[in-house]
């Protein structure tokens, strides 16, 4: 008859508390690419947008409290034990996934812009609870004072835009268009800026001056002036720079009358016009950046005529996909003719002051 007693089961062994958060961190991360690619999950049940709100606040709640409890229990020593550091990982892991799942909910019809703005918040909540598991990890027990906080206010600030989410798609069409009109605006303003404060002789001076006290008898052209033509405009390039700040100006104006008209005729329920004209939209302050960078010096201007007529491409694209959406009740609206007009007399001016680029 055998005595002996049944071995009993092993317990597996927990990772010291410093190891968990790091491997908290690191399984965090791995949720981010599923959430920039996931798709809306599909169910039979008609959504409701008041539940679905409520419950990515509700979310958003958990998981900037959980945040603070781990900040808290990580800033001073003793640290928890394996067990409970167990505890809160699978707690902050379990409200992040709660965060996503409430995400996923949020169907297609919808609207893509507004799904867009919802996932942007997710990761940012997201990345930001693992840049804290980062923090804690290497810098225990001094939270008030370095990174941690740091991060864990990322967290939280994360969590804090969760309420400021347009709540519809025409509402999320038009914080991205204004968006948009700002950037336009703010590369417009740089490149007057820049304009302005050009003096075609800057550097000149000093830089002949130093050459002809470091290198005596030296052509001028061997180490002075050829390297200055880098620094400022010649008068050719002057020229050009007028018509191509007049295409900013018109991409702003573009911009903005599309968002007046947005605001003004945009309806609700029309979410994939919304976001067809939220789409093309985003492609022109992208496209302003390319020729706002090609017009400094030392300016090509085959470069600047590229990408002056890639502006116009988008700019007339964004104009035409309005023109035939139900924000523009009246197709033969005189704006947007009037726009494009504009657009075609900026590029026309500047394939004239390039034309010699093409001849060479």
């Known amino acids: 008859m ?194 302005e404060e050009c003096d075609p002789y800057c550097g000149l001076l000093n830089d002949t001056e130093d050459n002809s006290d470091n290198h005596g008898d030296e052509e001028d052209d061997g180490l002075g002036y050829p390297n200055n033509r880098d620094l400022y405009w010649s008068e050719e390039d002057q020229e050009l720079i007028i018509p191509c700040l007049a295409l900013v100006r018109a991409s702003k104006a573009c911009l903005k009358k599309i968002r007046i008209s947005v605001a003004e005729n945009g309806k609700k329920d029309q979410v994939a016009q919304l976001d067809d004209i939220v789409d093309i939209s985003d492609e022109i302050s992208p496209s302003v950046d390319d020729l706002a960078l090609s017009i400094y010096p030392p300016m090509c201007h085959l470069t600047v005529r590229i990408n002056s007529a890639k502006l116009v491409s988008v700019l007339k694209k964004a104009l035409e996909i309005t023109k035939a959406s139900h924000v523009t009740p009246q197709p033969e609206d005189s704006w947007i003719p009037l726009l494009i007009n504009a657009v075609d007399h900026c590029m026309n001016r500047i394939k004239e002051l390039t034309q010699n680029e093409l001849e060479l």
Not at 12 to 33: C, G, Y
Not at 108 to 128: A, W
Not at 156 to 174: E, G, H
Request: hydrophobic fraction near 40%; aromatic fraction near 6%.
């Open 2 to 195: 055998a005595n002996a007693a049944a071995p009993t089961a092993a317990v597996p062994t927990l990772a010291p508390p410093l190891e968990q958060i790091r491997h908290l961190a690191e399984e965090l991360r791995l949720l981010i690419p599923a959430v920039r690619v996931g798709e809306a999950l599909e169910t039979t049940k008609e959504f409701n947008p008041e539940t679905f709100w409520r419950r990515l606040n509700e979310a958003a709640v958990n998981v900037s409290r959980e945040a603070t409890t781990l900040t808290e229990v990580f800033s001073h020593l003793p640290l928890p034990s394996p067990q409970e550091t167990q505890r809160f990982c699978e707690q902050v892991h379990a409200a992040i996934k709660a965060m996503i799942a409430v995400y996923y909910s949020l169907p297609k019809n919808q609207g893509i812009t507004l799904r867009k703005l919802v996932r942007s918040t997710t990761l940012d909540i997201v990345d930001g609870m693992a840049q804290l598991m980062d923090a804690l990890f290497m810098t225990p027990t001094q939270s008030s004072e370095n990174n941690d906080l740091i991060s864990y206010n990322s967290v939280w600030t994360a969590c804090q835009q969760v309420p400021q989410i347009p709540r519809d798609n025409k509402a999320a069409a038009l914080s991205m268009l204004t968006k948009n009109v700002d950037f336009v605006k703010d590369a417009h303003e740089e490149m007057e800026q820049a304009v």
